[in-house]
């Protein structure tokens, strides 16, 4: 990244709160249970700073599509301008449920690796092979928009 592109993005960016626009929608979507510390905290940062956004909960990737895809419909929402997902993860990924349905025993490993992979003691290991395709890992992505 050159200085010229950093200025521009510095130059083009958008101060909080976002302004409203008719048929846009900000999303806040909680893939951790209320009842969990990170979930609670992030509840109470989110809705304090965060208050035009429409908050939801779900539980898997699945069902965060359905949920933005049935709350867009209802409110003839014509853009999503921005989705923030709260979940557990490392710093290079996201541990999502991909599917309804996975497994409640799953959660508890998901939490054991999350504190393991904090502390540089696991990687992929193969105990995993077998259930990556009932769960995923989402790469954080940083997305730049142009004003086109």
Do not use: W
Request: glycine share 10%; net charge positive.
């Amino acid at each position: 990244m050159t200085l010229k592109t950093g200025k521009a993005i510095f130059d083009e960016r958008v101060e909080y709160p976002l302004p409203e626009k008719h048929g846009v929608r900000d999303y806040i979507v909680y893939l951790v249970p209320a009842s969990d510390g990170y979930g609670s905290g992030a509840r109470y940062f989110f809705e304090k700073f965060f208050k035009r956004h429409v908050h939801k909960t779900a539980v898997s990737l699945e069902d965060v599509v359905n949920v933005l895809q049935a709350d867009a419909a209802a409110a003839g929402v014509s853009q999503i301008r921005e989705l923030v997902i709260v979940a557990h993860g490392t710093a290079d990924r996201l541990i999502v449920p991909l599917v309804r349905g996975t497994s409640e025993s799953l959660q508890p490993e998901a939490e054991g690796r999350r504190r393991a992979s904090e502390r540089g003691l696991v990687g992929d290991g193969p105990r995993m092979q077998g259930r990556r395709l009932r769960r995923c890992a989402i790469r954080p992505v940083l997305l730049l928009r142009g004003t086109g």
